[in-house]
């Protein structure tokens, strides 16, 4: 930029016809600039100077100056001689500024004369604006007078055409007075819209009344309204043509002057106001509503609101047919997209609404009247919607109940209702019996009857409020059912410390049917896709949905779906299903180790080798333990849901296995009829017990079948495996043996399970270890 800067300057210098040299070489073209305009004040300065010391220049000469100190010719060329010789090639700039000077002057000169010209023309100026102002004054007074002329003329127009009895007519004069009145909206002429409006409320309210006259009679001559079911078609036949003609006469115009009557005074609010013929069917319905439920009738009874809204129902499908086969056409062919049988229905609903609201706030102190409301009104909302196929976008009544005081009490009650419910059911006499028990298909859960009868009851709350408007609402019922199974988990509880003394008896295993079959349901609404809705709805709701709250990690965790609305309760659940499927194991072990005790104190040390299997049988000692462990089984399998039993078969296998492998193997020397006879005994009787229900049952008594394979090899195998193993124990530290490890002669004789450490521990079991 300094650069450009010094360029231009350079520029200047040379078209002025100035050496742009420097005086001295230290100073650059700006600097050289700069000295040249100070040279030229200097000079001014020394004039004006001069000019004061003089006393006989006149007052003319310094008008020339103008006030400013400029030099003449013969002052600058006066003033040259004064100048170094140094500066004398400055002043070809100053002859430059001069002139510049001139021209800024001249400048000035004319637009002082300008200035002065609009000064003078200034009267004339506001004398023509005043004049302009009268004009529009007039010409607004002008306009107003037109308008008003207009409406008269409209107004005498649409006079004229009543007296003449052109309707048509009189109904465009009327959407021309309508057009006019929409116009004037944002005009300031209050007192010309208010007459304008009055006048246009006049005549509608005629044409209105005139219209709905003729409508009503011919109405009357169709048998309108049809109060009982319909045994024939009301469709004017083809000699009713004239009927015929005049309905849809009666019909355009009323829906035109509708028309008008919107354009005046546009609706900002939903819904939309039913369309005019409608409005004037609904009157007689309407008249018959108010006399039969409202006032001191005995119809008009607030323990009986299934009068009036059966009533409504009735009237939808007996007038629904002449609604589709005589109105829904003539409203086609005037261009309306509208349903003739859905406008009836949502005139019905609005006496319907207005009763409901009324009747729900007198019935908030009064439990059994209000609960019977919320069912009957349920009802009707169900019958509306797939009966008389109702909108789904259109509001029914449900969102009635969504009042703030009306829900609160609807939530009491239900929390109320099904706390009794929960207490009949648990003290019933056949509570921990299931109804299906004889029905072997249909109850693999083996669900008590309190069981099913509390998830029923939480279906049915779920199917009251599932079809609610406001998904906040729905939440607020979804709360409620997961504080009721918190509720009845904890009274299970109680239930099962009071029965755990005999976890083998009907009571606990019932108990522990019901907690998973609970869980399952709980587990399967997880999965439903109106859950998964309300899971949706409350992550974006936030905090606000949920009373409780959630945390960051269970709001991600709805987000992405990995989880439901009920894995709080489904993890308490299934802690208190582990607890008592662990309360049930532990006795059955305390019951088989009782039993197994001369078993565990076998001589296996003195048993005899037998070559034959054919002949050996059973272990004596053996035979309580086996007997129990059977029994067991089959009392487990009868009583307890085919998933537990699963569960609970495998728990024991597992426990079982450690038993016998920690007591009995590792506890006694055995010698090779002993380890043959323990081979037999689990072999040929233990794991057949479980075969029943599983393919492999051996599979799930690893421990014992290994050892079994340990303390049956012959010597010489016996002995190369342990010498393997303790050279492998030695030489593990050493890199590049390459002998291969213990495990995979292990593995060959199928052993899986069992460490090489433990290997060496039952070979020093066996005492036929005669020459080694």
């Known amino acids: 930029m300094p650069g450009l800067v010094a360029k231009v300057c350079r520029q200047f210098l040379e078209d002025e016809g100035v050496d742009p040299t420097p005086s001295s070489p230290d100073l650059n073209p700006v600097e050289h600039l700069w000295e040249i305009i100070f040279i030229y004040y200097l000079s001014c300065a020394h004039v004006n100077t001069l000019g004061s010391r003089n006393p006989r220049k006149t007052r003319s000469e310094k008008k020339n100056h103008h006030g400013y100190g400029f030099m003449t010719l013969s002052d600058t060329t006066r003033f040259t001689s ?28 004319v637009c002082f004369s300008f200035l002065q010209h609009l000064q ?80 246009l409320s006049f ?44 309905l849809e006469l009666l019909v355009g115009q009323l829906l035109a002057l509708q028309t008008s009557e919107a354009l005046s005074s546009p609706q900002m609010s939903k819904p939309a106001p039913l369309c005019l013929p409608i409005q004037i069917m609904l009157l007689p319905l309407n008249k018959r509503f108010k006399y039969h439920f409202y006032g001191n009738r005995q119809t008009n009874s607030v323990s009986k609101p299934e009068w009036y809204l059966t009533q409504v129902l009735m009237w939808m499908g007996n007038n629904s047919t002449f609604m589709e086969e005589t109105i829904q056409p003539i409203l086609d062919r005037g261009g309306v997209t509208l349903s003739a049988k859905v406008e009836l229905c949502r005139g019905l609903l609005s006496l319907v609404q207005e009763k409901v609201t009324s009747d729900a706030s007198k019935l908030l102190y009064d439990d059994v009247l209000f609960c019977h409301l919320v069912e009957e009104v349920l009802q009707f909302e169900k019958e509306l919607r797939s009966n008389h196929s109702y909108p789904a976008e259109l509001p029914g009544v449900l969102h009635l109940l969504l009042e703030d005081a009306v829900l609160q009490k609807w939530l009491t009650m239900e929390k109320k209702m099904a706390v009794e419910k929960m ?46 408007p406001c998904p906040s609402a729905q939440l607020k019922f979804l709360e409620l059912q997961k504080e009721l199974v918190d509720d009845f988990r904890i009274r299970l509880t109680q239930v099962m410390k009071e029965e755990s003394r005999c976890p083998l008896g009907v009571r606990y295993c019932a108990i522990l049917n019901a907690v998973n079959y609970i869980s399952t ?97 059973l272990s004596s000692t053996a035979c309580p333990m086996m007997l129990c462990v059977r029994d067991r089984l089959l ?53 057949p017990l479980f075969g029943h229900y599983c393919k492999k049952p051996e599979n ?29 124990d030695m030489t593990r530290d050493c890199a590049g043996t390459g002998d291969p490890p213990p495990e995979s002669a292990l593995n060959e004789l199928g052993v899986f399970c069992l460490a090489p450490c433990d290997v060496l521990i039952l070979l020093s079991l066996r005492t036929s270890w005669s020459g080694c």
Not at 213 to 226: A, G, R
Not at 525 to 537: A, C, E, K, S
Not at 548 to 568: C, Q, V
Not at 702 to 723: D, T, Y
């Open 82 to 109: 004064e100048i170094p010789l140094n500066t004398t090639h400055h002043l070809a700039v100053i002859v430059a500024i001069k002139r510049f000077q001139t021209e800024i002057l001249d400048v000035f000169n």
């Open 120 to 199: 003078d023309a200034q009267p004339w100026m506001d004398k023509l604006e005043q004049t302009c102002n009268q004009v529009d004054f007039i010409e607004r007074h002008m306009k107003y007078l037109r308008c008003l002329q207009h409406i008269e003329e409209l107004s005498a127009t649409v006079q004229q055409c009543l007296m003449t009895s052109s309707a048509w007519e009189a109904i465009r004069a009327v959407d021309s007075m309508a057009a006019l009145d929409y116009g004037l909206n944002q005009s300031r002429c209050s007192h010309l819209q208010n007459f304008l409006q009055a006048t």
């Open 203 to 246: 005549w509608h309210k005629i044409m209105k009344d005139r219209l709905t006259s003729d409508f009503e009679k011919l109405l009357t001559q169709l048998h309108w309204p049809i109060i009982s079911p319909p045994t024939q078609s009301l469709t004017p036949t083809p000699s009713c043509q004239e009927t015929e003609g005049q």
């Open 423 to 468: 207490d009949a059911m648990l003290s019933a006499e056949r509570a921990w019996s299931s109804q299906y028990k004889d029905i072997s298909d249909m109850d693999d859960l083996k669900a008590p009857d309190c069981a099913e009868t509390f998830m029923t009851l939480l279906q049915v709350i779920t199917e009251r409020y599932r079809t609610l």
């Open 521 to 617: 349901i709980l587990g399967d609404w997880g999965n439903d896709v109106f859950f998964l809705q309300l899971q949706q709805t409350a992550v974006s709701l936030g905090e606000e949905a949920v009373p409780g709250g959630l945390g960051i990690m269970e709001m991600g965790r709805l987000a992405s779906l990995e989880g439901s609305l009920f894995d709080g309760l489904l993890a308490l659940l299934d802690r208190l299903k582990g607890d008592m499927l662990g309360r049930l194991l532990d006795f059955l072990m305390r019951e088989i180790k009782e039993k197994a005790k001369p078993y565990c104190q076998e001589r296996w040390l003195s048993l005899p080798s037998q070559q034959d299997q054919s002949t050996m049988s």
């Open 635 to 687: 009392n487990l399998h009868q009583v307890l849901g085919f998933s537990l039993f699963h569960l609970a078969w495998q728990g024991l296998a597992e426990r079982l296995d450690n038993f016998l492998y920690q007591d009995v193997i590792l506890c006694n020397n055995f010698s090779d009829g002993g380890a043959a006879q323990l081979q037999f005994d689990m072999t040929r009787n233990l794991f």
């Open 700 to 728: 799930f008594f690893k421990h014992v079948k290994e050892a079994c394979i340990i303390l049956c090899l012959n010597v010489g195998s016996a002995i190369l495996l342990r010498s393997l193993i303790k050279e492998s």
